[in-house]
């Protein structure tokens, strides 16, 4: 069922932003009057298609599930003679070549707007997620440096104010990349008693976080989570066997405290089959309890302690909202936010700051939207926003066969008065397809990877 809801959930996003991607394309050829011959979902040859319009344009299903193209009355792929004269006005390369900018730049422009309407409908409807309250920081963090403690509050990061968990790691993450440029992150907390205070975590400490795993967590920062309650034990468990019943409160493990579940968690999956005490409160009363973790292999091959109870409680929550065009301009920066931060990483690669083991194909992105429809719409429609601005900024790069390649030759064409030479354009194209394969590659490699 997994597999399938994969399968599924990967499907309608990369139809619902493919389509999206090739109707600005179409609706902006149609507003500067080109004639469009097909519209396509999927590439390769044609299994579906009906003919509609004073136009008859041609809206097609094609084989291959990966993309998608309109296809407009070109001179370039067919011969002026065969185009009647009553259409010749309509053909594109005719076009002034601010139309033809125009037209180009619909499609991402379009995956922009998509991702505005997402972030802006779940702001407005609220979402519920962690709040920024923080456990106890791990030793010799930058937030444990700093003088946090459990219960603090995150309200700001380089003046950008944080009210849920997924705001304050997006603005971690930016502050670790501008780092690269010699700058550290100003971080604005908030104590019960004490009050707001500001501290700053230097540039050099943000290099020395790797993207790729938990930033939040690297800089000391974990959400709060409650005391470990027992919820159901199995029977046939380490737990069970060591007396632990539903309703336990754990307090102490070989004589520490325990703060949280987290804490818990993950004290227990150090201790395989070592004997721990555990100090366990218990209709008001504390009793002592020893139980040795059963010492199991993990999915990354380390073997981990399990003693197979449930545990209650979850994070601190709070729901997000904002009204009508607080929600728009929200997301409109998220948007704006989110494609530059992608260049700079894209920045980042090529001159070999960030690892390109963050280039992720297909594989990955159908992972992802399978995780995130299991975790609810609200997780599903957001991993569609950031995919649909990804598109967007990938197709507005300045690799001939993309939007952004066909752009730098108009952008040229306005600069130099007269069209780009079509010998040059032809090896550009070649090129391109050769350097598109090559990243496609690259992150099929780093997706099969991922997997194993």
């Known amino acids: ?42 590439m390769g040859r044609v299994v579906w298609s009906r003919k509609i319009g004073p136009d008859q344009t041609e809206w097609a299903v094609s084989a291959l599930p990966l993309g998608g193209y309109v296809k407009m009355l070109d001179a370039r792929d ?28 619909a499609g991402p422009i379009a995956n922009f707007l998509l991702a505005i309407v997402l972030f802006a409908g779940l702001y407005m409807v609220g979402i519920e997620e962690p709040a920024t309250r923080i456990a106890a920081p791990g ?10 403690d459990r219960d603090d509050v995150i309200r700001a990061v380089n003046g950008n104010a944080v009210a849920g ?73 380490a737990g069970a066997r060591a007396g632990l019943r539903g309703g336990d409160q754990v307090v102490a493990m070989d004589g520490k405290a325990v703060l949280d579940i987290g804490a818990f968690s993950a004290a227990i999956r150090e201790a395989a089959a070592r004997t721990v005490q555990l100090d366990v409160r218990r209709d008001g009363e504390t009793m002592r309890v020893l139980v040795v973790p059963e010492a199991v292999a993990g999915k990354d091959g380390v073997t981990v302690g399990k003693i197979k109870v449930e545990l209650l409680g979850r994070p601190d929550m709070i729901v997000v909202a904002d009204g009508p065009f607080a929600a728009v301009a929200k997301a409109a920066r998220k948007v704006w936010d989110t494609s530059v931060l992608t260049v700079r990483m894209i920045g980042r690669m090529i001159i070999g700051e960030v690892s390109w083991k ?4 297909p594989i990955t992105i159908a992972d992802y939207a399978g995780q995130s429809s299991r975790i609810g719409l609200a997780s599903y429609l957001s991993f569609v926003a950031v995919v649909s601005i990804s598109l967007g900024v990938m197709n507005l790069l300045p690799i001939p066969v993309l939007d952004g ?24 194209q070649r090129l391109g397809v050769g350097l598109l394969v090559t990243l496609m590659a690259l992150a099929v490699f780093n997706d099969v990877a991922r997997l194993l």
């Not at 600069?415 to 079509?422: A, I, Q």
């Open 1 to 42: 069922m997994n597999l399938l809801q994969t399968v599924a959930a990967f499907l309608v996003a990369l139809g619902t932003l493919v389509v999206i991607h090739e109707l600005g394309h179409y609706l902006v050829a149609r507003w500067c009057g080109v004639k469009v011959l097909r519209f396509s979902v999927g």
């Open 78 to 105: 067919q011969d002026v003679k065969d185009i009647p004269a009553a259409d010749l006005p309509r053909e594109f390369t005719r076009q002034n070549v601010w139309k033809r900018i125009a037209i180009v730049a």
């Open 139 to 148: 030793a010799q963090t930058p937030a444990a440096l700093a003088g946090l």
């Open 165 to 237: 968990w997924s705001e304050l790691r997006w603005q971690l993450i930016e502050a670790v990349v501008a780092s690269k440029d010699g700058e550290g992150a100003r971080i604005e907390a908030e104590r019960p008693g004490r009050g707001r205070f500001t501290f700053t975590v230097p540039a050099a400490t943000l290099r020395a976080i790797d993207l790729d795993g938990d930033v939040p967590g690297e800089l000391g920062f974990n959400i709060w989570l409650p005391a470990p309650v027992l919820g159901k034990v199995d029977p046939a468990g």
């Open 358 to 361: 963050n280039v992720t194909g």
């Open 405 to 428: 390649g066909h752009l730098l030759y108009y952008s040229l064409e306005v600069l130099t008065g007269r069209p780009v030479p079509e010998r040059f354009g032809e090896i550009a």
